[in-house]
């Protein structure tokens, strides 16, 4: 079975500093996706980048950017140029190929951008 | 315009009352699900719809019954709610692409549930 683990519960950074949060996950998949979401104290799920693991690019949104590491089974987001309004619980996210195509998702860390 | 709506947004109900969860989706997706977020803010899947079937449908008890009228509803229906059912729950759809990869889920606002 797929597991997503992330390590870290909760962080903080400055603002407009940059902060790395961790992520493996355990797959026996060879093709699958994997995805940060982002969810402010609103509960809205707001889906922040996501990697094809086909894909050897790492990918990259605004100041968003992941570090994927296959092998490794990790996957990695960083932020750059921290603003308040990152403030939020990061989930990673996993979903295998085929016609399911639910997320297992990892617990979650907290991430508050202090000014 | 919203992708996925969910109703009611919240929903304060006593043990042992039946309770419906609404949601909609106008992305013209074929896949939608329900997850549970509980209290330690976890998610975890609880039931997945292609084109109107059910296709997963993880260790629920059977007071939670999905029911999917068309590929653009799915609603909830939890009957004898206990106090441990109180979560936020979230309701997203995806499109299956024709390789069976998927896009990215959209969800919705979520309906935070509490049994009294």
């Known amino acids: 079975a797929q597991t997503v683990t992330q390590s870290q519960p909760e962080m903080s950074v400055q603002e407009a500093e940059t902060v790395t949060l961790s992520c493996t996950y355990d797959?026996?998949?060879?093709?699958?996706?994997l995805f940060w979401y982002k969810q402010p104290p609103s509960r809205q799920m707001i889906l922040v980048i996501r990697?094809?693991?086909?894909?050897?690019q790492n990918a990259t949104e605004n100041r968003f950017s992941v570090n994927f590491q296959k092998a490794a089974k990790s996957f990695s987001l960083k932020i750059s140029d921290s603003q308040l309004g990152d403030t939020a619980m990061y989930f990673c996210?996993?979903?295998?190929?085929?016609?399911?195509?639910?997320?297992?998702f990892g617990k979650g860390t907290k991430l508050s951008v202090k000014p | 315009d919203t992708a996925v709506s969910q109703t009611p947004k919240y929903l304060v109900t006593q043990m042992g009352n039946d309770k419906s969860i609404k949601c909609e989706q106008n992305?013209?997706?074929?896949?939608m699900y329900w997850y549970k977020q509980d209290s330690k803010k976890f998610l975890k899947i609880m039931f997945s719809?292609?084109?109107?079937?059910?296709?997963i449908n993880e260790t629920v008890p059977n007071r939670f019954s999905p029911k999917s009228p068309d590929k653009a509803h799915l609603n909830l229906h939890i009957n004898s709610l206990e106090l441990g059912d109180s979560a936020v729950y979230f309701c997203?759809?995806?499109?299956?692409?024709?390789?069976?990869?998927?896009?990215?889920?959209?969800f919705g606002p979520g309906t935070r549930l509490t049994v009294l």
């Open positions: 997203a759809s995806s499109q299956v692409r024709a390789e069976g990869f998927l896009n990215e889920q959209f």
């Open positions: 797959t026996s998949e060879s093709n699958y996706y």
């Open positions: 990697q094809e693991a086909y894909k050897q």
């Open positions: 996210a996993f979903s295998g190929g085929g016609s399911q195509g639910n997320l297992i």
């Open positions: 992305l013209g997706h074929d896949t």
């Open positions: 719809y292609n084109n109107k079937e059910l296709i």
